[in-house]
């Protein structure tokens, strides 16, 4: 009888019988071994403006060179990228690009950044990890776009490779992350602290969906853990909601709703914090201290950059970030 | 039902037939199930997975470094 294998990446440790593969879809066990699936074979291949992670407070106005696997962790019913993140990696076309290809095209491309990202990258964590440790070697950068939902020891292990990382706070309740993404909340603020600890750039996401995690109190609550165990420092970016997949029945986020939540954002003491998926005013990022504009966006770029020497050019005040 | 003989036979054959009738249930309770599925899950493999040129990397581990 073939030994059982426990898969110990993410906090669901799926328990997987030989030939089973794990609820990401993309780890199996076979003959009593843990392997992936997807190892060199992403499904999303890009070169994107940073901003489109986003990152803010990262290289602005540099490019990305972006990749994907099919599988995901979690399986949110608002998920914007379900079509390769909840499939089976057989049932999406992919490319053969081993980390050292992904590392020449990424400089060939002229990127600063190898980011992991569209799906969630910890299912195709050996495949980032291999990449983001050649990538360093070479000078080039790497950042994920995260959902958090990842073991410690292999968070750990990775942020030593890490530049950035973009994580989705999708909530601030058990009970979201229980009845709309199938998993807990509890490992993603762990994850958050950890990444805080290693020294990676950390930025947040949170997507607001009508009724579901646009109430002002929760927003507030969440914001406050955020200014108490990662610092006011940290960028927080709300994002407009449009209705996909399985929460086609909602309508898309009212700017009222997020403009809302970013002043109980800055009320609650976070320096920095956009509103995302719509043009305003909140895509550039002021000084906190005189109020001037610094890095001026439209969309994904960057029209006026006034930050020099990691400073604002007028009033001198630092800001949080890795400008270069 | 005179006969001891008889009566013993009848004893037999019902005891043979209970023991046949609950390893019949346990095997289609336990037994069976595991056996489909790990037949269904290694046709997956080996038909789809597999053909689909989705070769195996090995797993990282963690606890074994503890």
Redesign the interface.
């Known amino acids: 009888m073939v030994k059982t294998v426990q898969c110990e990446l993410c906090p669901t440790e799926c328990e997987l019988e030989d030939y089973q593969v794990g609820g990401c879809r993309v780890r199996i066990n076979k003959g009593g071994t843990l392997y992936s699936l997807v190892y060199g074979k992403p499904c999303a291949v890009a070169v994107d403006p940073i901003e489109k992670k986003p990152f803010f407070h990262f290289l602005p106005g540099t490019t990305a060179f972006s990749i994907a696997t099919a599988g995901c962790v979690l399986g949110c019913k608002f998920c914007q990228n379900w079509q390769i993140s909840q499939a089976n990696p057989e049932d999406v076309d992919f490319h053969e690009l081993p980390p050292a290809d992904v590392v020449r095209q990424a400089m060939f491309a002229g990127c600063k950044t190898i980011t992991y990202t569209y799906t969630e990258p910890t299912v195709f964590y050996e495949y980032m990890y291999d990449t983001a440790q050649l990538a360093r070697q070479y000078g080039v950068n790497n950042a994920m776009h995260s959902c958090g939902y990842i073991n410690e020891k292999p968070l750990r292990q990775l942020a030593k490779h890490l530049n950035a990382a973009d994580v989705d706070l999708k909530a601030f309740t058990e009970d979201f992350y229980s009845r709309i993404c199938g998993g807990r909340l509890k490992p993603v603020l762990d994850s958050l602290i950890v990444l805080k600890q290693e020294g990676v750039w950390l930025e947040l996401t949170n997507l607001v969906i009508p009724t579901l995690n646009d109430d002002l109190k929760s927003v507030g609550e969440m914001c406050r853990w955020i200014v108490k165990e990662l610092g006011p420092e940290v960028p927080l970016h709300f994002s407009r909601f449009f209705p996909y997949y399985k929460l086609k029945n909602l309508p898309p986020t009212p700017l009222e709703t997020l403009i809302d939540a970013r002043k109980a954002a800055m009320n609650a003491g976070l320096h920095y914090v956009y509103i995302g998926n719509i043009r305003s005013e909140a895509e550039n990022t002021s000084c906190p201290k005189c109020g001037r504009v610094l890095v001026e966006r439209t969309g994904y770029f960057v029209r006026r950059n006034n930050i020099s020497n990691n400073a604002c050019r007028f009033c001198g005040t630092k800001i949080a970030g890795v400008w270069s | 039902m005179k006969d001891p003989q008889q009566f013993k036979i009848l004893i037999i054959a019902s005891t043979i037939l209970v023991i046949l009738s609950l390893t019949y249930s346990i095997l289609q309770e336990y037994v069976m199930p595991d056996v489909e599925?790990?037949l269904q899950?290694?046709l997956?493999?080996e038909r789809?997975?597999s053909k689909?040129g989705?070769?195996?990397?090995?797993?990282?581990?963690?606890?074994e470094?503890e």
């Not at chain 2, 989705?54 to 606890?63: I, M, N, R």
């Open positions: 599925g790990y899950r290694r997956i493999y789809v997975i689909k989705l070769s195996l990397h090995k797993g990282l581990y963690w606890k470094k």
